[in-house]
């Protein structure tokens, strides 16, 4: 039988042979992976742990924080902030950034995650997940401020995700292509499954929030309509459609069979850019979804490109098979 290989070997050997990561990171990655498997554990036990429903208070953009959203976001600053690695971290959880504290080490990266994304799906036993992203700190500056978060998605040196689900799979890019680790329960390690990820250019599946189609804008309307009309429309076949509404879960399935996720802006709140969180969630899937042969516009731009104002900005998200984000971004562009 082949040999496993665990996560720890992948990236010793990503840094030992390879050259992708130094080991400060590779470290750091070891971490956000240990972390994951604490979530992974909090999120099956369910009921029996007591951790389901919601935790009576707000997060930042006024979203009622569940109960595992809270621990989520607990187990992956404990985890992270003594080890050295870290200068700062980010969290689509926390108002603003969190310091590594004084009594520890200081490192020179910096931590951005969503710790639990798709929150509404906890209660109901479907897939959800952690997201992450890593930055480096600006060489020069002493301390550490919001600005230097403020970096495009293009600058990351590290992105991933872990989704629990039937099987909990980490998801990671350190540049150098996509690779997939199950988490084996008995030995409690990740263990390579996929190497190599690539999202097939076309696809006939889409994914998207259609009860918001009234309130979406004409390129958004154009796409999906064109797509509804299956064989006899302009597109020549039938399209499927699947809404997880995790995140996760859905990016997983492009990720795994191909398709095309959106998250547009639409008309109730025009002053927004639209409802996901660039730095948190937009990025790092952004960048997982391009290294694996796909692509990710707002509609307009590519989203790594995007240099972020402030720490919670929103994006629109297009993102999946690169025939079908570009047709999309082409409605909108006109290009
Ligand atoms: P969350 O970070 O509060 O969980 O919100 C993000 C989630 C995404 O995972 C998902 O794509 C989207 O919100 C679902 O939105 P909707 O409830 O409109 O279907
Ligand atoms: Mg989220």
Known sequence: MAQKISLTRYLVEQQREEGHIPSQLRLLLEVVARACKSISQAVNKGALGGVLGSADSENVQGEVQKKLDIIANEVLIEANEWGGHLAAMASEEMDSIYLVPNRYPQGEYLLLF????????????????????????PEGSPGVTEQDFLQAGAQQVAAGYCVYGP??????TVGDGVSMFTLDREQGSFVLTQENVTIPADTKEFAINMSNMRHW???????????????????GKDFNMRWIASMVADVHRILTRGGVFMY????????????????????????LVEQAGGAATNGRQRILDIVPGQLHERVSVVLGSKNEVDRVTSYHTGV
């Open 114 to 137: 969503d710790p639990l994304d798709g929150s509404s799906n906890i209660d109901v036993n479907v897939s959800i997940g952690t997201i992450f992203s890593v930055l480096k700190k």
């Open 167 to 172: 099987q909990t799979t980490l998801v990671l």
């Open 217 to 235: 804008d004409e390129p958004v309307k154009r796409y999906i309509d064109e797509c509804l009309q299956g064989k006899e429309g302009p597109r």
């Open 264 to 287: 547009p802006w639409d008309k109730r709140e025009p002053n927004k850019p639209g409802k996901l969180r660039l730095m948190y969630e937009a990025n790092p899937m952004s960048w």
